[in-house]
């Protein structure tokens, strides 16, 4: 089994940056691909970034392209997620997401991976 164990929300002024990570442990597949999604207040929960096992492959949702950087420590078995620019618009509850391999047509899609942390707030106030 792999856990995932997300950190670094909290409460930060719009305009200001933070860094989340995701702590991977357990039995992890070598190449287990990695995704931040997140879930704004009285919304559905909606794709933020994905990143393969090697980081060749990054892909963002378009709401947080040029803001965000997805990226991973394989010593560390740790995936984070850089946001600069944050806005009220990007408060909500992120939650880190894994799955066996990249899939480079779907890596959007919530379904498709498997395994998911217990997810870390975020507030970004006006």
């Known amino acids: 089994q792999v856990q995932l164990a997300e950190s670094g929300g909290g409460l930060v002024q719009a305009g200001t940056s933070l860094r989340l990570s995701c702590a991977v442990s357990g039995r992890a597949p070598t190449n287990i691909a990695m995704a931040w999604f997140r879930r704004a207040p009285g919304k559905d929960r909606e794709f933020v970034a994905a990143?393969?096992?090697?980081?060749?492959?990054?892909n963002y949702a378009d709401s947080v392209k040029g803001r965000f950087t997805i990226s991973r420590d394989s010593a560390k078995n740790t995936a984070y997620l850089e946001m600069n620019s944050l806005g009220p618009d990007d408060t909500g509850d992120y939650y880190c997401?894994?799955?066996?391999?990249?899939?480079?047509?779907?890596?959007?899609?919530?379904?498709?991976?498997?395994?998911w942390g217990q997810g870390t707030q975020v507030t970004v106030a006006s």
């Open positions: 990143i393969n096992w090697s980081s060749v492959f990054r």
């Open positions: 997401a894994a799955r066996t391999g990249y899939s480079v047509s779907c890596y959007y899609r919530e379904a498709l991976y498997e395994y």
